[in-house]
């Protein structure tokens, strides 16, 4: 299917999205970091099949939207939703996030509650403060400490590093190349969307919220048990899980994914 590309004017400048246009259900998708809208290229169309207008969001700085002009957070981040709702004349709409994506939907479901409708988590992770020290102290540095180097051994640690995460899927090599082609696209350093997640207390907001949500979780995740226990802190949740799969869910197992989706949707 043809899916329409645009921008909305942000708080930082322009905001690239991905719009389905076909569905009378509204959708916003937030992707992990450090990726981008085009996470969701496979299920787009799976989505506009069940009724769902899908609006894929670049979070600001990554993909092709603009990056605010300091370190952000993910307040900041949040502040893309009702940006674009309004370009697109929407008064509200569901919500989903992926790992990251879920931190920003959670945040935008606390701090704009009439513009939006729902939340799907997909893969969430409310960490504990010593988890999120353990990130920031590992994988957060790593990522500052990235450099470009003159023989482009950069990029193919970069390929290594992440491959195994893709590389059993009949198309793992074409993948991972995309994924870090968007990892290395954005317009400010990939290192701002871990850095906002990893000091980010998604626990707590997500005990605030009102709204109807869904947990959507499969077992191969590495943040399978962290979102397992987004239902100890949220037991009024609903729960949807899939079986397998890892941190790309969405590319590995598009039609599993999507049915859970729509359903809590459509239901």
Known sequence: MTIKRGYADGPFGQIHFQDTEAGDTPLVLCSQAPM???????????????????????????????????????????????????????????????????????????????????????????????????????????????????????????????????????????LCTGYIVQQLMGYGPFWYGHNAAFHYDSGATMQKLTQPALVLVNTGDMLFPMAARTLEMCPHFSYAEIEGGGVDITDQNPRAWTDAVAAFLKG
């Open 36 to 174: 981008t809208s085009r996470q969701f290229d496979r299920v787009y169309p799976l989505l506009a099949a069940a009724g769902i207008r899908a609006v894929g969001i670049d979070t600001p700085g990554f993909g092709m939207s603009d990056a605010p002009d300091h370190v952000p957070s993910i307040g900041d981040y949040a502040q893309a939703v009702p940006a674009v709702l309004d370009h697109l004349g929407m008064g509200s709409a569901h919500l989903c996030g992926h790992h990251t994506g879920a931190k920003i939907i959670a945040e935008a479901g606390l701090a704009y509650p009439d513009r939006v409708r729902s939340l799907v988590f997909s893969s969430p992770a409310p960490m504990t403060i010593e988890e999120q020290k353990k990130f920031i102290d590992t994988s957060l540095v790593a990522e500052k400490e990235f450099a470009p180097r003159a023989d482009g051994s950069h990029l193919s640690e970069l390929f290594v590093k992440r491959l195994p995460w893709i590389e059993a899927e009949p198309d793992g090599l074409e």
